[in-house]
Every structure is written in C-alpha cells, then in structure tokens.
C-alpha cells in the first residue's frame, strides 16, 4: 500500500503526463478509517471479511459454524470470537509472523491445517 507521499508522487507523474486527468480517484486514510470503524458513528453491525481463497473461507466458515452452533445464540457466538481474538497480544502475532507463519499458496497457514 502506498504512502501519501508516495501517492501525491504517482498523481504528480499522472498529472504532469495529462494521463487519465478525468479519472475518478478514491483516496482512503485507512489510520482515519480504522478510526472511524472502531468509534462506529454509524452503528454498522455488518462486517464483511475477503478470505482471499476459498480454502481460507472453508477454513474460517467451519470455525465461525462452529461457534454459532455451539453457542446458539449469534451475538453471544460473536462475543465469544471476539473475545478469542483478543486474547492474542500483538507480541504473539509478531512471534508467530517471525517463525514463518504465512499463507500457504492455497491461503491457509501450514499449522491451520
């Protein structure tokens, strides 16, 4: 993902070539709209979530089945799986990005499996 100056140089390029000049253009601040989803001004109760391959959304489907059958009622489910994710702290993550925890081709990590 580009930096803002790395954009404002790209456009800068654009412009100065005339290529595209009428191009719409949507610029994001995903540190602003990370923000603004965790205030939730909104009240949005819909998340939406690209697995990135169907092996990853088979993945994520059965564990979040799962939860909704064991607990029955979603909004506790969903507590539930919030609760779960919380418990990693980013030291964790890290660790786990250090030892080569990546997406395997087919987009689930090798200990997921």
């Known amino acids: 993902m580009p930096t803002k100056m790395e954009l404002f140089n790209q456009?800068?390029?654009d412009i100065a070539s005339g290529r595209g000049l009428e191009d719409p253009?949507?610029?994001?601040?995903h540190a602003q709209e990370r923000k603004r989803r965790k205030e939730n001004p909104e009240g949005s109760t819909r998340a939406?979530?690209?697995?990135?391959?169907?092996?990853?959304?088979?993945?994520f489907s059965v564990q979040k089945d799962r939860y909704f059958s064991v607990v029955v009622d979603v909004r506790i489910a969903i507590d539930f799986m919030v609760r779960a994710l919380a418990q990693v702290d980013d030291e964790t993550l890290?660790?786990?990005?250090?030892?080569?925890?990546?997406p395997a081709e087919e987009g689930i990590p090798a200990w997921l499996r």
């Not at 253009?25 to 601040?29: D, E, M």
């Not at 890290?94 to 990546?102: F, P, Q, S, T, Y």
């Open 11 to 13: 456009l800068k390029i």
């Open 48 to 59: 939406v979530l690209n697995c990135y391959s169907p092996e990853a959304y088979s993945a």
């Open 25 to 29: 253009v949507h610029l994001v601040n």
């Open 94 to 102: 890290r660790k786990w990005l250090a030892d080569g925890h990546e």
